[in-house]
Antibody, heavy 125, light 108 residues
Framework: QVQLVQSGAEVKKPGASVKVSCKAS????????ITWVRQAPGQGLEWMGW????????NYAQKLQGRVTMTTDTSTSTAYMELRSLRSDDTAVYYCARVNYGSGSPINYWYFDLWGRGTLVTVSS | SYVLTQPPSVSVAPGQTARITCGGNNIGSKSVHWYQQKPGQAPVLVVY???DRPSGIPERFSGSNSGNTATLTISRVEAGDEADYHCQVWDSSSEHYVFGTGTKVTVL
């Protein structure tokens, strides 16, 4: 069925990097974007950025600029999010979600209509 | 940056109506989307473009947006509607997506 399957939980030390994968199935991967959203324990949702699967262009949250990279592999319908120089406050559940462009609507109308189950990343010494 | 403010919690009796607000400067000019998140689960889209429902979402969920407030309304509330609800918009000034602070809906 239509789904996004994420990689498993990770435990990292401060200063390390983590790369989370998100494999899409049963839809045309290049017809949608992928966004990443994280949620620290007991907190709300924080948008991290998004990537156009069609052309690879990415837009990152200002707060994470320089530490995050989002990529896709269209041959395997998989998206990746790498976060570097990890800190304790990066401990969170990381979600990928599909960006639905609507019927060619402008970006302000796009929404996230399919989510992965999340990947817990724990940063601890 | 653009800020979306939601009440931390809303309580409602079964069968009654829950209204969850999302406040933002001139939010009526933006397209607002709403997500439901049950404990330990990923968010699920329940309303997009202010008032449209994805397939499979009950008609009990509806949305509106005007002025400085967008509202998600849940009619005939059921125990299964107990969850956190998050609003979301695109902020053209920062070119970032923004989520609201989230509202926990408790069914009494």
């Amino acid at each position: 069925q239509v789904q996004l399957v994420q990689s498993g939980a990770e435990v990292k030390k401060p200063g390390a990097s983590v790369k989370v994968s998100c494999k899409a199935s049963s839809y045309t991967f290049t017809s949608y974007g992928i966004t990443w959203v994280r949620q620290a324990p007991g907190q709300g949702l924080e948008w991290m950025g998004w990537i156009s699967v069609y052309n690879g262009n990415a837009n990152y949250a200002q707060k994470l600029q320089g530490r995050v990279t989002m990529t896709t592999d269209t041959s395997t319908s998989t998206a990746y999010m790498e976060l570097r120089s990890l800190r304790s406050d990066d401990t969170a559940v990381y979600y990928c979600a599909r960006v639905n462009y609507g019927s060619g609507s402008p970006i302000n109308y796009w929404y996230f209509d399919l989510w992965g189950r999340g990947t817990l990343v724990t940063v601890s010494s | 940056s653009y800020v979306l403010t939601q009440p931390p919690s809303v309580s409602v009796a079964p069968g009654q109506t829950a209204r969850i607000t999302c406040g933002g400067n001139n939010i009526g000019s933006k397209s607002v989307h709403w997500y439901q998140q049950k404990p330990g689960q990923a968010p699920v889209l329940v309303v997009y473009d202010d008032s449209d429902r994805p397939s499979g979402i009950p008609e009990r969920f509806s949305g509106s947006n005007s002025g400085n407030t967008a509202t998600l309304t849940i009619s005939r509330v059921e125990a299964g509607d107990e969850a956190d609800y998050h609003c979301q918009v695109w902020d053209s000034s920062s070119e970032h997506y923004v989520f609201g602070t989230g509202t926990k809906v408790t069914v009494l």
